[in-house]
């Protein structure tokens, strides 16, 4: 399956600058030049950045985290979500500073190095186990060299053909996503069968596992450069939220996916003097033919129904997920066994737009 080895094989240029407050040398060293795997975590950089910047560093204990634009980035998010949630417009290379002291442990959970990483990976896994079949028993029953190996899988660069050898003893088959795996063999990777192909279209029933990353850009604008930089991770609203996949749903879009996770921002006005409200991808399903347009919102518009919300118009700028800005009325089907992160996530970063209306 093609889209699955990319996403592996994904990789973002970074250049990477030592914080002025920890140089001591003079000239300050120039920037560190990385190619850091989207399915990765910036912290396992250190082996790379941290003998280059060595001999420029103060005394003390080396504790590494990292910032952009004065943002202290989150080491468990993994560094593609990372880019598409804080670059707008995608910046190539993506400058980021390096620290190495006076980690920020008001804003960021301690990290202890790899261990801490493959912990949140492992438990991100459970978690994913948990929503898929109402308990972790797959994750759990897992011997610790597979384990091991599976984590391994994803600290090399992504070496799919060892996490396509030990992720399918997981069957979490709510999502298919073994089916897909297991479709895969090494020998086949350069290229897809017709059966791939039917396999990564095909319908799925159950609960997938889905990370939300919501960032408000504030009043719409033409040129995504133009959007404001996140200051505060508060900028950001963070849903961890199962997507339902009922049988009878046959064309179930990624748009649909979103109105579902999303329903606040997609209420409409009752139809009738009740206060009654409808929400696609719950109790009413979109139409398979119906074109969807995400940057635009419907006929009638969405309207928050709490006080606070009355005043403000919001509408979806863009969705982005693994760097691509798929059509929202692609199969959410697709999404899944395509763009799936290994942890059995499907890491969704939605840009709003809210204009103020008059009332």
Request: aromatic fraction near 8%; charge should be negative; hydrophobic fraction near 35%.
């Amino acid at each position: 399956m093609e889209a699955l080895r990319y996403i592996w094989e994904g990789a973002i240029p970074l250049q990477i600058h030592l914080h002025e407050s920890e140089v001591t040398t003079i000239p300050s060293p120039p920037p560190a030049m990385v190619l850091a795997p989207r399915i990765g975590y910036l912290p396992l950089l250190a082996s790379q950045i941290k003998p280059y910047f060595s001999s420029t560093l103060p005394p003390g204990v080396d504790t590494i985290w990292f910032e952009y634009k004065g943002l202290p980035l989150k080491w468990h998010i993994p560094t593609g979500v990372l880019f598409d949630l804080l670059c707008a417009e995608p910046e190539r290379p993506w400058n980021l500073t390096v620290h190495f002291r006076g980690y920020p442990r008001q804003l960021l959970i301690p990290c202890e190095g790899e261990d801490s990483i493959k912990w949140s990976f492992i438990n991100s896994l459970k978690e994913a186990d948990y929503i898929v079949n109402g308990n972790t028993k797959n994750v759990m029953s897992m011997s610790q060299p597979d384990l091991v190996e599976l984590w391994r899988s994803v600290l090399n660069a992504g070496d799919l053909e060892a996490y396509l050898r030990i992720s399918s003893k997981l069957k979490l088959g709510g999502t298919d996503h073994e089916q897909v795996l297991n479709s895969i063999t090494t020998s086949s990777l350069p290229g897809q069968s017709t059966s791939e192909m039917d396999i990564a279209g095909k319908v799925m029933t159950g609960r997938i596992p889905v990370r939300l990353y919501v960032r408000n850009v504030g009043e719409d604008f033409d040129n995504l450069e133009d959007a404001p930089p996140v200051n505060n991770w508060d900028d950001v609203s963070y849903i961890n939220r199962p997507v339902e996949i009922h049988e009878e749903c046959k064309c179930l879009t990624l748009h649909d996916a979103i109105r579902s996770l999303l329903s606040e921002l997609f209420l409409e006005k009752a139809t009738t003097k009740e206060e009654s409200t409808t929400i696609i991808g719950e109790e009413e399903r979109s139409d398979c033919t119906e074109q969807v347009d995400c940057k635009k919102t419907e006929e009638r518009g969405p309207n928050f129904c709490d006080e606070h919300f009355q005043s403000y118009h919001p509408s979806i700028k863009l969705v982005r997920i693994q760097g691509i800005e798929p059509k929202c009325e692609i199969p959410f089907s697709w999404v899944v066994n395509n763009l799936m992160n290994p942890e059995y996530f499907l890491h969704i970063c939605v840009f709003v737009t809210v204009q103020q209306v008059r009332c």
